[in-house]
């Protein structure tokens, strides 16, 4: 679920904007219907391939979770005629690379290769997509290391704090559920359950795709049509967007460390909502970004209560969240709580001063074009900006856009975004001075 | 017969050599003031790097001054005329840019990427501590205690850091090479600002600065910025370079040891006195690239690992490298095999492959994954202004940078074979042992 939270924050980073040249993105769709975002580079020999399917392990069924991610962690663990140790070898052969990952939104894929060998890494990362094997050696050895990654996540109190959260926020919803899993929903995975999550999560119903580098748009349509062509046209209807369930409650969850960590939010901006970037600015006073923030200020500059706190636009496909976290000592973690309530309701009051406003659009203006640092970056981006449901052009306005907010205009939507009475926490550790309104044990 | 087929494959997709651009975008030009200026051009997003590389560094910190080069890195970013104590890093921070600075033995780097649009801010920032660094005694004395607290935390406070600084001591006796580039804490706490701003002046001037501008801006604009912010400074009187001395085989120096109880298991490092890349002359250099490669690399089937760390070899681990400290080969034993053992084993390897030489098939395999990373890594913009500071502060020209994927990709066998002898037939070498504090079964046997 930090995962859900990392992902969240690199859309609000897309949805900020570049200055200088415009970021050349040319749609292209295939003969087979087909479609991508090219950004065409002839300079360099490389290629990068990027695509995501929409859906993958929101898709699992309560009971189920972890069977998505498992499955796309295994599409690059033996294809067609090769094994793992046949299938490595050779993408190492022709230096070349092809990972998939799930987020709790998508799967992701992403291919880099040299131009020159465009043909044969393209028909692996087709054997792969298509025709993934699930050797028995293969799941075993991936379903270890995954109970492994479990039993680490639940052994750390800051990730059962946020499963909690997101269990509370999202509940009967995947969100509210573990991306990879429990140790008893992976363990009763069977290599049935595998291929139904292929056939139903990789689908060109939910697919986006963007291309980078040398290759032209004529060349690239008919590659689309070779790579993604076999995949089923339809697959199953995707989970409809929650409205986070937030009652400004506080859990505390019992755990045996010094340090008490915090996780709080109120429900977020949804993608494709026209206050987005006003809240990315209301976000990067308050307590986003790497710039000096208002909690950063108060709790640990001022006070020291703290060693950092952040704050992120959490907005998924599927449900927004407005998160944020910090740790304290067990010790100082009511005053700490204190603070943060305190600076809620005062930006929820006062919204941002004019310097505050000026500060975080110079940041975000100037922070964003670092983002697009090299072929595999530049691909991620436009999978992310195809995700945000803007059109290509978007990136080289999204100055303008961040440059025309008013200060009543951020004040309206921190008085949306940022609700006080609302505000909910979850907190694992001992904390000295707060009452919560339920306690779980571990 | 993978093997053969994928050597194959792989320089047929990499296409006849030279490569089409072995660094596209890339130009040069020189101020009137001496300043060097280098453009990459990259224009696939709207960022830049700038990075101003000096050239200077440990190797020339006066006697009775070691680590005063390191020391000025820091003073950098204290006030001048126009800034204020580290106004410039939260200047670039807020604009969502990072910096960076550091120092090495010939050399002084500071570097910010940022937003393309914000090029002549940062640069207006770097031109203006070229010449105007104006830190107050209370400033100076209070980074002096921040040096002393990283020398004492990177130097002292990790058994790496220790090994690593006798080692070089002792493979570089009486050299410029062989000193830290922290300095000494005694030596780092007596300095005045004085001596401080007398070296600031004597090695902080256009014409021993090369300023790297890499990403979406076009090279007249560079030129244009650089003219005006850099243009106005004068040159300095260069002093002259640190001597080198000219002889560096010494056969038969001791092995240095450090033991501490941080340390896991007995570890083995080694390292050749070892040319670096000439102007004009990088063949050698090349050939240990993909000697080390070969010997070292870390997968299973290096001539190391398959003849030290099979499943009836002496070692756990076995790799090697190639640096500006050497050619370097590292050995982790097996928890009982004996320290002595396990060299001799080594030593027994290195006698066997300068007897059979290289493989050729696995030379051209490895040239096809040294082509392959040369093009790789035009995908990133910063690393390219990295290699092309560090190039030319090395006594390397342009043509030299241009050159280098050509000459890594016509390396011979009979290079790589001349290289090996050359380097690891010398005998010049220091071996050290990194151990745990109490002697265990896997030490050294003296």
Known sequence: ?442 | MRHVLSALALSLALGPAPSPAAEPGLHGFALANGLAVVVIEDHRAPAVTQMLWYRVGSADDPAGQSGMAHFLEHLMFKATGRLADGELDRIVEENGGSFEAFTATDQTAFGERIAADRLDLVMGMEADRMVNLAPSEASLRAERAVVVEQRRQVLDGTPDGAFDERLRAALYPDSPDGRSTIGSEAEIAGFSRAAAMAFYRAHYAPNTAILVVAGDVGTDAVRRMAEAHFGPIPPVPLAPRPARPEERRHPGTPPIEVRDARVPVPQLTRVYLAPARRAGDQTEAAALVVLADLLGAERVTSVMARALAGADGVALAAEASYSDLGFELYLVPKPGVDGGAAEAALDAMIARFLEDGPDPQEIERIRGRVRASEIYRLDDVASRAHRVGEALTSGLTLADVEAWPDVLAAVTVADVRAAAADVLGSGAFVTGWLLPTAPAPGGPSQ
Do not use: C
């Open chain 1, 1 to 442: 679920m930090i995962r859900a939270l990392l992902l969240a924050i690199a859309l609000g980073m897309a949805a900020s904007n570049s200055a200088q040249a415009a970021i050349a993105i040319v749609p292209v769709t295939s003969p087979g219907g087909i479609s991508a975002w090219l950004s065409e580079e002839h300079t360099i020999p490389i290629l990068t391939i990027e695509a995501s399917f929409l859906g993958g392990p929101a898709l699992d069924a309560a009971g189920h979770e972890g069977t998505t991610a498992l499955m796309a962690d295994l599409l690059d663990e033996g294809a067609g005629g090769l094994d793992a140790q046949g299938f490595a070898t050779a993408l190492e052969d022709v230096a070349a690379g092809i990972r998939f990952a799930a987020s709790p939104d998508d799967i992701r894929v992403s291919a880099t290769m040299l131009s020159g060998t465009r043909d044969r890494v393209t028909e692996l990362l087709r054997l792969a997509l298509t025709e993934p094997r699930f050797d028995a050696e293969a799941v075993e050895r991936l379903r270890a290391q995954t109970l492994a990654g479990i039993a680490q996540r639940d052994a750390e109190p800051q990730a059962e704090a946020n499963l909690v959260f997101f269990a509370q926020a999202f509940p009967d919803h995947p969100y509210g559920r573990p991306t990879e899993g429990t140790a008893a929903s992976v363990a009763a995975i069977t290599a049935e359950d595998l291929r139904a999550a292929h056939t139903a999560a990789l689908t060109r119903e939910h697919l986006r795709i963007a291309v980078v580098g040398d290759i032209t748009p004529g060349e690239l349509g008919p590659l689309l049509d070779r790579v993604f062509g076999a995949l089923p046209a339809t697959g199953p209807s995707l989970p409809l967007v929650a409205l986070p369930q937030l009652s400004g409650k506080t859990t505390v969850i019992d755990a045996d460390t010094p340090q008490s960590v915090v996780i709080f939010g109120n429900a977020g901006i949804p993608i494709g909502d026209p206050d987005f970037i006003p809240a990315m600015l209301v976000n990067t006073v308050l307590g986003g970004g790497s710039l000096a923030t208002r909690l950063g200020e108060e709790m640990r500059v001022k006070r020291g209560l703290t060693y950092g706190v952040n704050t992120g636009l959490a907005s998924g496909q599927f449900g927004a969240l407005y998160l944020g976290a910090f740790s304290s000592s067990n010790a100082h973690i009511a005053e700490a709580i204190g603070i943060l309530r305190a600076e809620w309701r005062r930006m929820a009051g006062e919204g941002l001063s004019d310097a505050e406003l000026a500060a975080a659009k110079r940041y975000l203006t100037g922070e964003f074009p670092l983002r697009f640092d090299g072929s595999g970056d530049i691909a991620e981006q436009l999978i992310n900006l195809q995700l945000a449901g803007v059109d290509p052009d978007y990136v080289n306005r999204r100055s303008g856009l961040i440059e025309a907010v008013t200060a009543a205009e951020a004040a309206r939507v921190a008085r949306r975004l940022v609700q006080p009475a609302a505000l909910t926490l979850v907190i694992a550790g001992r904390p000295q001075g707060i009452a919560p309104a339920s306690a779980l044990s571990r």
